[in-house]
């Protein structure tokens, strides 16, 4: 499936086709990791999170962690 690269604003912009998106479990507002891999002459799209993990456990995760930083960040040190 072809698509073109367009501009919007300063960023470079590909459209994903719903059917690829449902394909591997993604949304629109899902979060992705973009890679370069010059090796290969390609670029990667995956899912920011592990599959079958749940958005609000994530959430709850990222909550816990701005809650409880300083004392993580003193336990790592340790």
């Known amino acids: 499936m072809a698509r073109k690269i367009f501009r919007t604003g300063n960023s470079a912009v590909v459209s994903l086709p719903a059917d690829a998106l449902e394909a591997v479990g993604l949304a629109l507002g899902d979060e992705v990791t973009v890679i370069a891999d010059p090796e290969h002459g390609c670029i990667i799209i995956s ?3 592990l599959p079958g993990v749940r958005r609000d456990l994530l ?3 990222d909550r816990f962690i701005a809650n409880y930083r300083p004392a993580l960040e003193t336990l790592a040190r340790e």
């Open 47 to 49: 899912p920011s999170t």
């Open 59 to 61: 959430d709850r995760v």
